[in-house]
């Protein structure tokens, strides 16, 4: 199994920046991508930022150019640095990670809200 705890969620105006974080630990070597996906009220959940081992990302549309994710791989640790945030952007973020054979695993979940 994998454990995720996630931080950096927050209250922020339009247009400004957060960095969300999050620790893995447990079967770290099943690991072949970690990500992020949110979840907005009445909405599913959706695909945010997708990083592999590889170092190869994708990335939803809608945050193209605003958002980057990276992983530190000493650390066990992804983030994403959310720039230019819109409303739109306001959802509960969570951690997730792909494995080989033990399946996916989602954090506890953070909540992001932007607004004025």
């Known amino acids: 199994q994998v454990q995720l705890v996630e931080s950096g969620g927050g209250l922020v105006q339009p247009g400004g920046s957060l960095t969300l974080s999050c620790t893995a630990s447990?079967?770290?070597?099943?690991?072949?991508?970690m990500g992020w996906d949110r979840q907005a009220p009445g909405n599913e959940r959706e695909l945010v930022a997708t990083i592999f081992n590889s170092g190869r990302t994708n990335y939803a549309d809608s945050v193209k150019g605003r958002f980057t994710i990276s992983r530190d791989n000493a650390k066990n640790k992804v983030y994403l640095q959310m720039n230019s945030l819109k409303p739109e952007d306001t959802a509960v973020y969570y951690c997730k990670v792909m494995t080989w054979g033990l399946g996916n695993y989602w954090g506890q979940g953070t909540q992001v809200t932007v607004a004025s």
């Open positions: 447990g079967s770290i070597s099943s690991i072949y991508a």
